[in-house]
């Protein structure tokens, strides 16, 4: 199985432009989340959704647009890069209907904004 | 104020030892869920063990297992016979049942622990 796979592994961003990590799962997930990671702040949830058709907005969500395309796929967009979204990013999909089930992890991307 | 608390930024243990890696939690929630994942410097998030608010018996994987005291609100994660391969960040993770509306189930992370091992 391929469970979480992230797009592209690796980004390099000047100012302003915009990008979308791509993000999809196989296990048939209805939740799905957008994490970053930064250097001594832990995982910080950006956007979540708990099922198809459904987003909202996790600890930080400015800055980020998130779009569930389908029950497989959740994507990230960043519409004007700025050097503070400088950061690791990771996908996560778990099946939430109790509170037991863990949280697979996509293999991350990097991001770097000049 | 912090849900998550992970006091040991790093910790030291010799190859061969055991070590335990400390997580403290805060709710009200009477219903949860806790979880321990590891971080490896190639930076996937794996998976290494659950224990239930209401589950009778500490939760154990492998040479994993969590000491789990519910009055003290302490999920420590003990490794048994440590490896070179058990160096890598640790995370403790909580979920919690009535603060989550529907089924979105958000996970509140610690800060990690890094965990280096001596051969």
């Known amino acids: 199985n391929a469970g979480v796979t992230q797009t592209p592994k690796f980004q390099v961003l000047k100012t302003g432009q915009s990008m979308t990590l791509q993000c999809a799962q196989d296990?048939?997930?209805?939740?799905m989340y957008w994490y970053r990671q930064d250097p001594g702040m832990g995982l910080r949830l950006i956007y979540y959704s708990a099922s198809e058709g459904t987003t909202d907005k996790g600890e930080v969500p400015n800055g980020y647009n998130v779009s569930r395309l389908n029950k497989r796929e959740f994507s990230l967009r960043l519409e004007s890069a700025a050097p503070s979204q400088t950061s690791v990013y990771f996908c996560a999909s778990s099946e939430a209907r109790t509170l037991g089930p863990h949280q697979y992890f996509g293999a991350g991307t990097r991001l770097s904004v000049l | 104020a912090q849900k998550i608390t992970q006091t040991q930024p790093g910790m030291f243990v010799q190859e061969k030892e055991a070590v335990t890696l400390d997580c403290t939690y805060d709710?009200?929630?009477?219903?949860?869920?806790l979880f321990w994942y590891k971080q490896p410097s190639s930076g996937e998030m794996i998976f290494l063990i659950y224990?239930?608010?209401?589950d009778q018996q500490n939760a154990t994987e492998g040479r994993y297992s969590l000491n789990f005291q519910k009055a003290r609100k302490s999920a420590n994660l003990v490794i048994s016979a440590s490896q070179l391969g058990d160096s890598a960040m640790y995370f403790c993770a909580m979920r919690e049942a009535l603060h989550n509306a529907g089924n979105n189930r958000k996970l509140i992370w610690g800060l990690g622990t890094s965990l280096a091992v001596n051969p």
């Open positions: 296990m048939n997930h209805n939740s």
């Open positions: 224990q239930g608010s209401y």
């Open positions: 709710t009200s929630d009477p219903s949860y869920g």
